[in-house]
């Protein structure tokens, strides 16, 4: 989309728009690595969209399918002890990536959104950028912006974007095989910075259908709310 389309919100009344919570697991005294605590996100967002109670008929059915036909916003909040156990009664899908752990909920209304979430810290979600290495073989690598800093619940937000972007377009191009094979092992994916070389060979520009054919490659451009202009493009997610 171009950035006056993903930056146009005219249309919205603020109490009735829909989003997906995200709740990540940041301790105090043991805080997960980032890059893992990211990878546990991009999982867990597509998790419940992927999950059997979203199919049709499904219990999760109505509100997934609301989301996904607008604006797929999300908000990611962070928990720690009691109110990271309070959290996983709500209806959802908890991911663990290295140690680290996120919780994916149903898409809601903001004015419906439960206290056990809304009582939780969205700022204060920064971790030390760690070095995780070469992503492994065989994974899909979700690179983010070299020249867009974030907070770790901003780039939790986009990475779970670059899954589901990547799950439908496997989708869309006939390839349900490669995605439900994804799903079943889990939907591992590898997150890493793109070095300067990298991000401008896969950057789609103009043409994503092309980039996609070619590279795999599929953009995350954010609508500009948080932390970033509107029609950033903040991640690209490859299928490998």
Request: hydrophobic fraction near 40%; aromatic fraction near 6%.
């Amino acid at each position: 989309m171009p950035t006056e389309s993903t930056a146009d919100t005219s249309d919205e009344d603020p109490e009735q728009v829909v989003l997906m919570p995200m709740v990540l697991r940041i301790e105090r005294n043991d805080p997960p690595p980032r890059t893992a605590l990211l990878e546990a996100a991009a999982a867990a967002a597509l998790g419940v969209c992927l999950d059997e109670r979203s199919k049709t008929g499904g219990e999760w059915h109505e509100p997934v399918h609301r989301w996904i036909s607008g604006r797929i916003r999300k908000v990611a909040r962070r928990a720690r002890g009691s109110h990271w156990a309070a959290v996983q009664e709500l209806p959802g899908r908890t991911f663990e990536v290295g140690g680290a752990e996120v919780r994916a909920f149903l898409p809601t209304r903001v004015a419906d959104m439960p206290k056990e979430l809304t009582r939780l810290q969205i700022s204060g979600s920064e971790l030390e950028v760690d070095e995780p290495g070469p992503p492994p073989a065989g994974a899909p690598v979700l690179w983010l912006n070299p020249e867009v800093p974030m907070s770790a619940g901003k780039a939790a937000a986009q990475v779970g974007h670059a899954t589901m972007f990547l799950a439908a377009l496997l989708h869309g191009s006939g390839r349900d095989d490669e995605l439900e094979s994804w799903f079943a092992a889990g939907l591992p994916c590898a997150v890493r910075t793109a070095d300067a070389r990298t991000w401008a060979r896969l950057d789609p520009g103009g043409d994503p259908g092309a980039a996609w054919r070619r590279d795999g490659v599929a953009a995350v451009r954010d609508a500009g709310f948080t932390e970033v202009d509107p029609g950033t493009v903040t991640v690209l997610g490859q299928w490998r």
